[in-house]
């Protein structure tokens, strides 16, 4: 296969790290850079040897010329996605697509109609699917292993430290800035659950809050900013202890480190935890989003699932439990253990998973080998034609995400949401 062409456009971290995969695999080039920070504009530019001719300030620069490229990676913030989506696809790029797809139903909508309009290719980065380890699990489970699958126990472990940077400091902290907490890191886990069961949920519900990490949990005599506080050296969410604990580090450089300062030395930390987000007291911040949540959903088999998404764990693989009317699994992310009521027998299962850095859970490690996966599924369909190589299309994905639109309308009324209703949404 010719090498895929490719705009990047939003060279942030997620959007670096697809285009390092499709340009490691040798399966793309990287030809169009559009990104509003100059910083990152020039170093992607410089890193991935496009010419000044294709930099562009912003995905609107790129969308006023002609298609200079086969696809292109969208990866802005959240809510900034509905632009060059929908005006991309109509010049024709296919579309790799940072999740989720947009902050409203609306926005996700517009989306999917511009890809088939276009007919054009659009994969959503539900990450989760392509990993090897999920391979080996929906093979297990398509087997018949562990009989009808009746009942599924889902953790997805935020991790304290990933759950301040992230979703206290950091860019996903607010639903007016960002979206929901359940839409913006665990739309992968409501998308990969419903890819488990084959099917979409009929009705769900959803409880959980904001919790800990609020002004009234504040200790007493804590500082505004951990660098003058006199709590910091006993605080399980020290600022000043896990950036600087990132330096010499290239993984931990990278991410979390590259989304407080680019300059990678001891003083612009410091100089960045002074000023800067990233240097706040978690229960000083204007977050609003929860951290901690609970899904609950039936299925029209009868099949039931409980997702738990929490802040308040390690940062590890996600941990899910598989019930059947014949067997049991007990899956850790690595390891699947498989139960076989009809015999009494007990077998490890390896998933598949390298031990490398890309065996991690993290964005930082590749989700498991999901990111080097999805990228390079998305560059074969692109350059076959072929889409049988993505696991999910723009619908699919859209009626995943229309899961977790329900959930978070259950969660804030209180209420069973039916999916029946879904189509009625505008938001949540």
């Known amino acids: 296969m010719s090498a895929v062409t490719l705009a990047l456009v939003g060279s942030g971290l997620r959007g670096q790290s697809y285009a390092r995969h499709a340009v490691a695999s040798g399966m793309g080039r990287v030809t169009a850079v559009a990104e509003p920070d100059p910083y990152r504009r020039a170093a992607a530019a410089a890193e991935f040897g496009v010419p000044a001719e294709r930099v562009y300030t912003d995905w609107a620069e790129l969308a006023r010329h002609p298609r200079v490229a086969d696809a292109a990676v969208v ?18 790029y296919h579309i ?7 902050t409203s139903e609306q926005d996700a909508v517009a989306i999917a109609e511009a890809a088939e309009r276009n007919k054009i290719l659009l994969a959503v980065c539900h990450v989760l699917r392509y990993t090897p380890y999920t391979r080996t699990l929906r093979e297990l489970l398509e087997s018949g292993a562990i009989g009808r699958l009746v009942s599924v126990q889902h953790l997805e472990p935020v991790g304290w430290w990933h759950h301040a940077h992230s979703f206290v400091r950091g860019n996903w902290r607010r639903q007016d800035t960002s979206a929901p907490m359940l839409l913006t890191k665990s739309c992968h886990d409501i998308d990969w659950l419903i890819h488990l069961f084959g099917e979409l949920p009929d009705r769900v519900t959803s409880f959980g809050g904001l919790t800990h990490f609020r002004a009234e949990e504040r200790p007493e005599g804590a500082a505004d900013r951990c ?10 969410y020290s600022a000043k202890r896990l950036y600087l604990g990132c330096l010499g580090n290239p993984d931990d450089e990278f991410w979390p480190l590259s989304a407080v300062t680019e300059e990678h030395t001891e003083r612009a930390v410091l100089d960045a935890l002074r000023t800067g987000p990233y240097g706040r007291c978690v229960y000083a911040c204007d977050n609003d989003v929860v951290d901690h949540q609970v899904v609950n959903m039936e299925f029209s088999s009868g099949a039931t699932c409980s997702f738990t998404m929490s802040a308040f764990t390690p940062m590890e693989h996600r941990r899910t439990r598989l019930l059947g009317t014949h067997g049991f699994v007990d899956g850790d992310g690595h390891t699947l253990r498989v139960v076989d009521f009809r015999t009494g027998e007990e077998r490890s299962v390896d998933a598949g998973t390298d031990t490398g850095a890309s065996a991690g859970p993290s964005a930082e490690d590749g989700h498991g080998g999901g990111d080097e996966a999805l990228t390079e599924a998305f560059l074969t369909a692109v350059s076959t034609g072929d889409a ?6 723009a619908a699919e994905s859209l ?9 978070e309308r259950a969660r804030v009324t ?5 999916l029946d209703d879904v189509a009625h949404l505008t938001s949540a």
Do not use: N, Y
């Open 399 to 407: 009626a995943t995400h229309r899961v977790v639109w329900a959930a």
């Open 414 to 418: 209180g209420t069973v949401v039916r």
């Open 227 to 236: 660098l003058d506080c006199p709590l910091e050296p006993s605080c399980p």
């Open 75 to 92: 990866a802005t913030q959240d809510q900034l996605h509905i632009g060059p989506a929908v005006r991309l696809a109509d010049l024709g």
């Open 388 to 393: 049988s190589a993505l696991r999910s299309d």
């Open 96 to 102: 790799l697509l940072e999740k989720p797809m947009a």
